[in-house]
């Protein structure tokens, strides 16, 4: 069973500072995912990585995929109160069907 | 608006009520899931409709029965539910394997 576990599963910070979340497993994944849902919604995508050391930029936010395609951090610069929310990242496997969430960070940012 | 609808948004259900969840997607999309997402736990997958055709049932109790008529709709069907089935459920659609777009859930509370 390929597992993802999400750390921190919480982080309350004050708006303009930057926070770093993660998201590891001991498995290898061939494309990770990155959704963030916000109170009584469903998870809306942000990003794929699919290549090992791949970074990708998205305004203020900045994902890496791991060099082995085993964990993938997210790096949010000077947070927003928009930013709030949580954040799953997604594994997908070639040889499976469907995609490994992990628990999720539950980010609050204060104004 | 993500292009997967789910209605209704919020359902209570006594434990020998018979309800149905709905969900439809505009995006012509050939993948439909559902998922069970649980305070503290990882998104969990409950059924997958590739084409129309079930492909996954992870183990979830014969009280969820899922009917996918056309690759645009889908629905859950619930029966003799039981308090701790009480969850946000979530539709999702994809492209083959591809990301997943998530329709805004259905909170349900079984009492």
């Known amino acids: 069973t390929q597992l993802l576990e999400q750390s921190p599963q919480f982080l309350s910070i004050q708006e303009g500072e930057n926070l770093t979340v993660y998201c590891n497993s001991s498995s290898v994944f061939s494309s990770l995912q990155w959704y963030r849902q916000e109170p009584g919604e469903g998870p809306v995508l942000l990003v794929t990585v699919v290549t090992g050391g791949e970074v990708k930029k998205l305004k203020r936010l900045t994902f890496q995929f791991g060099d082995a395609r085993k964990d993938s951090s997210l790096h949010i610069t000077a947070a927003q109160p928009g930013d709030t929310g949580l954040y799953l990242c997604a594994g997908g496997s070639g040889s499976a069907r469907q995609l490994t969430f992990g628990s999720g960070t539950q980010l609050t940012v204060l104004p | 608006e993500t292009g997967v609808t789910q209605t209704p948004r919020h359902l209570v259900m006594g434990m020998t009520n018979k309800k149905s969840l709905k969900c439809e997607q505009h995006l012509g999309h050939n993948a439909m899931y559902w998922y069970k997402q649980s305070a503290k736990k990882p998104l969990e997958l409950m059924f997958v409709?590739?084409?129309?055709?079930?492909?996954e049932n992870n183990s979830v109790p014969s009280r969820f029965s899922p009917e996918c008529p056309n690759s645009s709709h889908l629905f859950l069907h619930l029966h003799t539910l039981q308090p701790e089935d009480s969850a946000l459920y979530l539709c999702?659609?994809?492209?083959?394997?591809?990301?997943?777009?998530f329709g805004s859930g259905t909170r349900l509370t079984v009492v």
């Open positions: 409709y590739n084409f129309k055709e079930q492909t």
């Open positions: 999702a659609s994809s492209l083959g394997q591809g990301a997943r777009s």
